[in-house]
């Protein structure tokens, strides 16, 4: 089992436009909402490609309740969402359908009280400690009341219970849970510069790591992912640039680092994986899918050039 925490979880709101203008009115031409925040995405991926997966966080209000319902009827996927008093926040995508660049709003998520706090901390202590499971991710940004140590006392807790931690988040909780010493850290190229201080990527990772991160995979955009870990540091791309929408991309290359370190794949087929999922979730219309054809596709033409 695969556990994932989003202790922001959100119900993704995608709207499409024919062309977003500031100051216009605009029609909607499509409306789609689903369970969000990074960990629900990476829940989501990982359970498409036949993961067991648990996930964790905070859900409350009727868009938590809404959470609940759609998790339930996910195969391969159980949840273990805490319950809040606050309403479990929305985000909106708007997708400009002539451009396809993508406007995101997130809201700041629901105040959590310290019994919330210390009932989310109980439950991910026993899920960490439960014999089987196999690694554990932390995502995304975190609500109003969880204290901005929270993911460098949850990377502890999950080295301490043998179980190996991808974090992947931004900002001061970043930067404190980098230092608690992950097993993996993925930032993008802005978290990556804010961290570090350098907009040069190989110089960053390298600066990430000292920082204590085991290994640090940078996701670059299109340029696909630079990985700088304890046995040697390889460059992943995608064969082409796809076009459409990238929310959530980042979330599926996470999976496909989880799902492959699961199947203890080495350090290039899971690189592998992580920039073919990850080119598949922007050819699907909506974060936390993937196109599969083009995964299967893009899988054979991955480039991995590396000194591991
Ligand atoms: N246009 C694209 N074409 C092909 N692959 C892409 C494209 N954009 C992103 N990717 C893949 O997705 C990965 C993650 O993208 P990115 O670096 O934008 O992460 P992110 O900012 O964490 O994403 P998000 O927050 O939207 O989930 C990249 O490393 C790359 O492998
Ligand atoms: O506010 P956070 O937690 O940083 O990001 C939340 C979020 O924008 O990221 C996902 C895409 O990666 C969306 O599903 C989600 O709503």
């Given at each position: 089992m695969i556990l994932t925490v989003t202790l922001n979880t959100a119900l993704d709101i995608t709207y499409r436009v024919p062309a977003l203008t500031p100051h216009a009115s605009h029609r909607v031409t499509e409306v789609t909402e689903r369970p969000g925040g990074k960990g629900l995405n990476v829940a989501r991926v990982l359970a498409a490609l036949g993961h067991d997966v648990t996930v964790a966080g905070f859900a409350g209000g009727d868009t938590g309740r809404s959470l609940h319902e759609r998790l339930a009827e996910a195969p391969h996927l159980t949840d273990a969402l805490t319950p809040v008093d606050g309403a479990t926040r929305r985000t909106l995508a708007v997708v400009?359908?002539?451009?396809g660049d993508t406007t995101q709003l997130n809201e700041p998520g629901p105040l959590i009280s310290p019994a919330e706090w210390a009932a989310f901390l109980d439950s991910y202590e026993e899920l960490t400690r439960?014999?089987?499971?196999a690694a554990v991710a932390l995502c995304g940004s975190l609500p109003p009341?969880?204290?901005?140590?929270a993911y460098a006392l949850l990377v502890r807790a999950a080295r301490a219970a043998g179980v190996p931690v991808l974090l992947d988040t931004s900002g001061e909780p970043l930067r404190r849970g980098v230092a608690a010493r992950p097993d993996m850290v993925k930032p993008n190229a802005d978290e990556l510069a804010e961290l570090t201080g350098s907009h040069e990527p190989s110089r960053a990772t390298r600066d990430a790591r000292r920082r204590g991160a085991h290994a640090v995979i940078a996701s670059l955009g299109a340029e696909g992912l630079l990985a700088v870990t304890p046995d040697g540091s390889w460059q992943a791309a995608p064969p082409v640039r796809v076009h459409g929408n990238p929310t959530g991309a980042g979330d599926s290359a996470v999976a496909g680092l989880l799902s492959a370190l699961a199947e203890d794949l080495p350090w290039p087929d899971r690189l592998a994986r992580a920039v073919a999922l990850s080119a598949a979730t922007v050819a699907a219309p909506v974060a936390g899918e993937f196109d599969r054809a083009t995964y299967e596709d893009v899988l054979g033409r991955v480039t991995v050039r590396g000194d591991g």
């Open positions: 400009d359908s002539a451009t439960r014999p089987g499971t009341g969880v204290p901005v140590g």
